[in-house]
């Protein structure tokens, strides 16, 4: 195949110089009639050829009467889907699917019925491609949501789901003029956030970026009319100085004996408005409107015509770029370099071969289109990170039960402005820009992120908060007591990262809620004279009746619900006494005893709670009075587990005024697993070596500093400090304060109450 005829395959409405509409791209006309689909389907088998014709007549039937908004039949609107799927040279399989990508969803034909017709292969595919509109959610957003999810895991098991729905989206986004305004925003914007940067990420470059512009087009038509009639002057007044510039190139080629194609390129209306926002910049100060693309036959060509072009026009410095060496995440590859024209005007030029132009423009879809490409060509290529971009979203769907969730893990995945980072053994990651050293750790595997402690980058110690930057080579270190900590959720940047993290912490409190409620359930079961029953057969109907009434589905549920403080434990327990009582058991004397000596007033008949610093999740210790050992405490269950305050708290009084029953007794063990932070506030002299004073005196009473703060005042004679101190109890706390106010520069020393 020769270069220009690949290019007028693919793009032959872009390439051939610049005479193109300001609209967006139109790749071929479309297909309205079997018969002009069927003129594209010159690369099928004669059996597959009639496979497809079957599929086309049972549509026809399936949408016979139905009308599209326009007023055409809707059996036009699949025939143009499939002729688009046809210009990537999909297999039979998919082009039935997409004749008949709608019949489950708006003609009631069944999954059963087009696995009988058709096979399950292409029943498959169509079930991926249907919207759970018959499903009842509590908003359309949830609904859209568990949609997109269906879709996206379809998509993970067989990509030609989503290149089917892309040309479906494609196809009504070209076709919905006869929309209402607000549907036509609506949908508009969904295919921007959703939609483009999925085509994006799968590489299908010619696709996103009309996809961009028809959703810009819908949804602010004025910006669009304007920059676009702008874009029309600018190529009649640019015409000469790009056909010169044309010329040049090519008698430079001509001369070094180099054989190549010249493209003319333009951006598309989007870009344009994009980076007028980015720059803050009006239209005539958008200097690469306008490029080119060089063509050749072989990667040495590559570098060999960039040498070529350097030698005609003037390189622009730090504007070079290598997307072969190190290709972008969705498989493109291309030389970028920016030269300076006759007039002074910098213009882009991008260089690559037929394999890299096939990947660039249509992706993963050049899998189908090219499968063989020489020397291993980058069709594979694409194929291949396409595959691991898919596999990502079973990984994150693992992880992820709530499809808005899900949906937002995927699109912070869909738009990865990479950075290029090393691991210590040279194999090279591509992460989204502001990706942290928790995300690399993550991307090598999950449980290297779960037990990340430190990282180091280019050899040097580094936060794990650190943003990584292009280049970077970067090592991680684990710990196998190390779990995530919740505060990374503020600094990843990937989608697997962020669910992963979540998941795991979802994990954590569900388990230590579950502990913490089967004891807060014992405890008050015990006050009315009884054991909790087993989980076991014999007690699966009592159980099952304890959660019937308690509206949980399942006894671990109900566990989590106490722990969490939804439910309230001496409620339960009656009730569970009740059902006991029912099936002839009978309060105990010993166990009545026990649970009565143990019982205070205050704690509503409930056993104390120990408090060991070993609490998670579901025991928590109050940031207004930072409790610590020693200082009398009493635990309020808020819904998402127990908050432990000081007695002597004011906001926790406020709480127990208002909600006396949420209140239990708890107290500290006897074996404390860590230490406790309490704040204290220091007033010093703003004298020389002050800070290095507070900082000693603490040190030598044995504690430590976790957080200082100095406030936003202008420094004057004096200074409040307030500081987070780790300490034992309240002893070693009278014992730092103590220290500290022997400090010279120290005025006043005291902990901070709320």
Not at 327 to 334: F, I, R
Not at 484 to 508: E, Q, Y
Not at 554 to 579: F, H, N, P, T, Y
């Amino acid at each position: 195949m020769s270069i220009r005829s690949f290019a007028a395959d693919l793009l032959p409405a872009k390439l051939h110089g610049l005479a193109r509409t300001p609209a967006a791209t139109t790749p071929q006309a479309e297909v309205t009639t079997f018969a002009e689909l069927s003129e594209k389907l010159g690369y099928l088998t004669k059996s597959d050829l009639k496979k497809v014709r079957e599929a086309y007549k049972f549509a026809d039937e399936a949408h016979l009467g139905q009308l599209r908004a326009s007023g055409i039949p809707y059996i036009t609107h699949p025939l143009a889907v499939t002729g688009l799927a046809a210009d990537w040279k999909l297999d039979a399989t998919a082009l039935m699917a997409a004749l008949m990508h709608d019949t489950i969803e708006d003609c009631g034909v069944t999954k059963p019925e087009l696995i009988e017709r058709f096979g399950a292969p292409t029943a498959d595919l169509v079930d991926g491609l249907t919207k759970l509109d018959k499903l009842q959610f509590s908003t359309r957003e949830d609904g859209q949501a568990e949609s997109f999810r269906k879709m996206l895991l379809a998509m993970s098991r067989d990509v030609r789901v989503i290149l089917i729905k892309l040309c479906d989206r494609l196809h009504n986004m070209r076709t919905m003029e006869a929309m209402a305004p607000a549907k036509r925003a609506r949908i508009a914007r969904e295919t921007i956030e959703i939609f483009a940067p999925i085509a994006h990420r799968l590489g299908l470059n010619q696709m996103y970026r009309e996809l961009q512009d028809l959703s810009f087009r819908f949804m602010y038509p004025w910006r669009y009319a304007a920059i676009a009639k702008a874009l029309e002057r600018a190529r009649g007044t640019r015409r000469d100085i790009v056909d010169r510039m044309r010329r040049d190139v090519e008698k430079a080629f001509t001369e070094a004996r180099t054989k190549v194609t010249v493209f003319s390129r333009e951006k598309t209306v989007f870009s344009i408005y994009r980076k007028m926002r980015e720059k803050h910049a009006g239209f005539a100060q958008v200097n690469d409107i306008f490029g080119f693309r060089i063509v050749v036959h072989s990667l040495p060509e590559c570098y060999l015509s960039l040498g070529t072009l350097h030698q005609t026009y003037k390189p622009v410095p730090g504007r070079f770029k290598d997307y072969i060496a190190i290709p972008k995440a969705n498989g493109y590859q291309s030389l970028h370099t920016t030269l300076v024209n006759p007039l002074g005007t910098a213009v882009e030029f991008q260089v690559r071969t037929e394999e890299m132009h096939a990947v660039a423009e249509a992706g993963i879809a050049a899998h189908w289109m090219y499968k063989v490409g020489p020397q291993g060509g980058r069709p594979d290529e694409a194929q291949r990170l396409g595959a691991m971009w898919l596999q990502s979203l079973i990984d994150i769907q693992s992880d992820t039960h709530d499809s808005s969730e899900f949906l937002e893990h995927v699109k912070i995945d869909l738009f990865p402005e990479a950075v290029y980072v090393f691991t210590p053994k040279s194999k090279i990651l591509a992460l989204p820009r502001g990706a942290t050293p928790i995300d690399f750790a993550y991307a090598i595997h999950s449980d290297v992120g779960d037990h990340c402690v430190a990282a180091k980058v280019n050899g040097e110690p580094v936060a794990l908060r650190t943003e990584l930057k292009s280049g970077d080579v970067v090592e991680v270190s684990t710990s196998p007591n190390a779990r995530p900590n919740p505060s990374w959720l503020n600094s990843v940047r990937t989608g697997r990262a962020r669910s992963k993290i979540r998941h795991f912490l979802k994990n954590l409190e569900h388990e230590e809620s579950i502990l913490l409620g089967e004891k807060l359930l014992t405890q008050a079961l015990r006050n009315e004279g009884m054991a909790v029953p087993g989980d076991d057969e014999e007690h699966a109907a009592l159980w099952q009746s304890l959660t019937r009434w308690s509206g949980s589905r399942s006894r671990a549920e109900l566990m989590v619900d106490i722990g969490l403080g939804r439910k309230i434990a001496s409620i339960v327990a009656k009730r569970l006494a009740q059902l006991l009582g029912e099936r002839g058991q009978r309060p105990g004397a010993i166990a009545l005893t026990m649970g009565r000596f143990a019982s205070n007033e205050a704690a509503v008949g409930q056993n104390v709670v120990e408090i060991d610093g070993s609490e998670g999740a579901s025991v928590q210790l109050a940031t207004c009075c930072r409790p610590i050992p020693g200082d009398e405490v009493a635990g309020y269950f808020g819904g998402e587990g127990l908050t432990v305050h000081t007695k002597d708290c004011s906001i926790g009084r406020r709480l127990r005024e208002r909600d006396a029953e949420r209140w239990m007794e708890v107290d500290w063990a006897e074996q404390l697993t860590r230490q406790f932070e309490s704040a204290v506030s220091v007033l010093v002299r703003n004298t020389k070596g002050t800070l290095a004073q507070v900082a000693q005196a603490i040190s030598a009473a044995e504690a430590d500093i976790t957080h200082i703060d100095m406030g936003d005042e202008r420094a004057s004679e004096t200074t409040e400090l307030r500081l987070l101190v780790s300490v034992r109890d309240r002893l070693h706390l009278a014992d730092v304060l103590r220290t500290l106010k022997r400090a010279s520069s120290v005025l006043r020393a005291a902990r901070v109450k709320p």
